[in-house]
């Protein structure tokens, strides 16, 4: 069981006033709020261990190397990786998508397909269409269903021995649908082509096990866990990672340089070029550790109480309609109420106090499904209360009576 | 009147407003009350597109002044709109590229003419110095 009342003694933001109320913040699925456990550990460093790392001899240099590479031993465990070096740190999950998106300019060519689904955030979107338009390659989508499902049938159809990249997100974070990866990764594979899945949404609320999962690739970033901005990783099959070019030219890249050849270096410094973000790595595995701290199950179980506590109390609300119903959802929930623009009632709670998302959430293709120009977005984390929610409730009922 | 002492008009009003639910109210009224474009001129190139919100603007010279009508799909950005026309219709195109827009801070609005909010409305005040300009380059 979890004790959020001491859990959100932690976080010293949730004590703050906004506009003069108790801040209630709803907008996890854009980012995470920071523990005082990361807070210190990025003091920490910065007092006492800061240098730049692999390649001093003095003392500091070392040990902010150890501490680093500390981290990413961390994020294997957590993820359970194979090995180390499969754990490639970038600055967050667009990071990510774009270095495998480039890699894959030099493999795919005209006539190959490259899967998406129609779930996806922009940022998913936009490097696959780039890279459709550098290679000759097509871009095919999943289509979803009234509930924000992805469509399995349809998925199939589109796989073929032209296939060489699916890539879908683990969890939707417009809609907080959990996608059937296992199955996605399976049937991609039985053709032969590769997985890339997207863990931005789904990392806050589970703990994947990338080597069960068989997965090829999957991205995430720190600070939806409770990690600082600026900082995330790469998971690639070390096979995978050997096989694609790096993505930027720089120091720390490289084992050897004259002017006629460069040879770069083993993995995973090939994908580090230039000085890393060495604070935000080695708190990510403060953060890392924090939540596990409180763990993944107690925190799926306690957010799905959320969920089903603010699903059943908002849709009392006469012409409040719920975007994304599948039965496998995480705790996002995507509302609009009848008539109303979403803006007006986020420009409402915020003068509340409450912080939603509102708008299309880098997701267009999904509004455009539901044919409105967004929604109201409550995403909840271990730290929101059933208080928070009522809170929100009322709001919600406020904004309605002031619009209506 | 000139742009000013409608401005001074403005702020004079909100300043009886008790609370942000007033001020609020008030501007959701304002959105409410009127269409504030004829429906020919909501157009593609008529719009600009907020992250949030759409704005439409249309703009005409009626004798030497500068009319302007726009319509947004949210009641709250609809109000601040008429606000904004309220202070800029009617006004010679010199008077509207110098006029200052800081009132919409002295009466509690400016988080939405903040340039986060992606709502359209910063983009709206760009556009009505723009067509301003235009018109007074013809004038000349």
Redesign the interface.
Known sequence: MLNVDDIRKDFPILSRKV?GKPLVYFDNAATSQTPQQVIDAIVDYYSNYNANIHRGVHTISQEATDLYEQSRQKIQAHFNAKHAHEIIFTSGTTHGINLIANGFSSILKKGDDIIVSALEHHSNIVPWQMLCERTGATLKVIPMNDAGELVMSEYETLLSEHTKLVFVNHISNALGTINPIEYIIEKAHQVGAAVLIDGAQACPHLKPDVQALDVDFYVASAHKMCGPTGIGMLYGKEAWLNKLPPYQGGGEMIAEVTFEKTTYADLPHKFEAGTPNIAGGIVFGTAIDYMNTIGLDAIATYEGELLEYATAKLLDIEGLKIYGTSKHKTSVLSFNLDG?????V???L??LGIAVR???HCAQPIMDYYKI??TIRASFAFYNTKEEIDALVEGVKKAKM??S | MTIEDIQNDIIDEFSMFDDWEERYQYMIDLGKELPLIDDQYKTESNIIKGCQSKVWVHAEMKDDKLEFTADSDAIITKGIIAILIRAFSNQHPKDIIDADTSFIDKIGLKEHLSPTRANGLVSMVKQLKMYAIAYQTQLN
Do not use: C, F
């Open positions: 506009n109303i623009h979403p803006y007006d986020g420009s409402i915020d003068k509102t708008g299309h120009p967004g002031m619009l």
